[in-house]
């Protein structure tokens, strides 16, 4: 079979023992009923918040332990393009089969959930699952059809401060819960000084829990710069995490509408 960046992946058989880079698609595991397959995880894995005591932990998303996973003798190693890092890949190569995910929209995550389900026996609950967020998300789409879209910037970083711009899952996710970004004219994640013009445009500015850890006294900074527009802490994960994280997301947003 193929992953999302269309490399083959040599499967014999479904696999029993997974080691998991990547938070998101952790916690997607687990959903999808395989949390007893699971042997090898990263510290960042928190969610459920039980597994971190129960499972191997193998690094981070960007260093790795090479010889705690090969202890592991996984049968597949899920990771992601965005999370981790070519030498990451590269070191894991003779290890075992590597399932590389590449996620920027919504698609690309239903397409993931597909291939797990498939790679991992666990079909008819990945389809459920996706009918759960479609669900959620159609029900959202109804709440805010009437309302006017309003301009926000996406902070994820500090010193420089990053914001959110187009070619990510996060400005799918910003245009889904009902803003216009006003850096969706960029790519990625650009560095921005405070005295950009595009900033100007912004009503709301959103500075997200993770990764960097925003909090109150940054935005008492920004109001001091900006005192006319509303700044905003917001749970990064329900931006950032696709899988079945999604299932929270719209709820979340319509607690802010609220």
Known sequence: ???????????????????????????????????????????????????????????????????????LQPDIILCNKEENTPEIIESLNKVAPIHISDVNN?????????????????????LDLIENIKKERLDFRAIIQNREKRKVAYFIWKKPWMAVASETFINCMINDAGFENVFKGEKR?????????????????????????FKEKHIKELKL?????????????LFSWYGSRLLESYKYFSRLFA
Do not use: W
């Not at 992953?3 to 997607?28: G, M, N």
């Not at 005295?195 to 850890?213: G, M, Q, T, W």
């Open 1 to 71: 079979m193929l992953d999302q960046l269309h490399r083959s992946v040599d499967l014999k058989q479904k696999p029993i023992r997974i080691v998991s880079l990547v938070p998101s698609q952790t916690e997607l595991l687990v959903h999808l009923g395989l949390e007893n397959s699971v042997v090898g995880i990263t510290k960042f894995c928190v969610h459920p918040n039980h597994i971190l005591k129960s499972k191997t932990i193998v690094g981070g998303t960007k260093q790795i332990h090479v010889d705690k996973i090969k202890t």
């Open 106 to 126: 919504l698609e690309d995550c239903f397409e993931l959930i597909k291939m797990y389900g498939e790679i991992f026996e666990v079909e008819d609950r990945a």
């Open 225 to 237: 710069i900006f005192p006319d527009k509303e700044v905003v802490i917001v749970d990064g994960e």
């Open 189 to 213: 994640y650009p560095e921005i000084k405070l005295d950009n013009p595009k900033l100007k445009e912004a009503e709301v500015i959103l500075l997200s829990s993770e990764p960097y850890p």
